[in-house]
């Protein structure tokens, strides 16, 4: 194997603990007004301080969160009336998700620097294409990280120092599946 051939697995290899540094989505890309996995991967603590509590704020426009429950956690869920109801099973739904919280409840649950986890919900991804950005909030036993930045002015994001975890919308793939 020459030396050229080496270039991209080194280039990936930087890169992999620094894509594992801030707070992201695992899947970055998704469709339309279609389900989604939204998987938060949290690589390391405040410094070396332990997380105790993580906390998501849902985007404009995504809709019916559910977050998944983490033994040694709890889970607080918050709603707030939407602006605008929409209607779900023949139903008309006039409020929804807004903010999702795990807490760790002891000491013993907190998320030790050395360890890595994700904070996971499922919900329906916006109508409109285009990137969306999900603020993250990562409080630590000692001191706290708000990823909310969002790219402002053609700023690229990799300039950002605490970027929300962002995701990218592509056009419906057409058929639109079951529908809520
Ligand atoms: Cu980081």
């Known amino acids: 194997m ?20 801030h707070v992201s989505l695992e899947y970055q890309v998704a469709p339309a007004d279609a389900g989604y996995k939204a998987a938060f991967k949290i690589g390391h603590g405040c410094g070396a301080s332990p997380t105790r509590q993580v906390s998501v704020t849902i985007p404009a426009g995504v809709t019916g969160a559910k977050p998944m429950p983490k033994p040694g956690w709890s889970l607080e869920i918050e709603r707030a009336k939407l602006a605008q109801p929409l209607t779900s099973h023949g139903r008309t739904v006039t409020e ?29 991804t916006p109508a409109k294409a285009g990137t969306i ?33 962002a995701l990218e919308i592509l056009p419906a793939a057409g058929g639109g599946g079951h529908r809520h």
């Open 96 to 124: 929804d998700v807004v903010r999702v919280t795990w807490t760790a409840r002891t000491a013993a649950d907190m998320l030790p620097n050395d360890q890595y986890d994700e904070f996971v919900l499922v919900a329906r």
């Open 133 to 165: 950005y999900w603020p993250v909030s990562q409080v630590c036993e000692n001191g706290r990280l708000d990823w909310v930045d969002v790219p402002r002015d053609g700023r690229p994001a990799a300039d950002l120092k605490s970027p929300a975890a």
């Open 2 to 21: 020459n030396h050229r051939s080496l270039a991209p697995l080194l280039a990936a290899l930087v890169a992999a603990p620094a894509a594992l540094a």
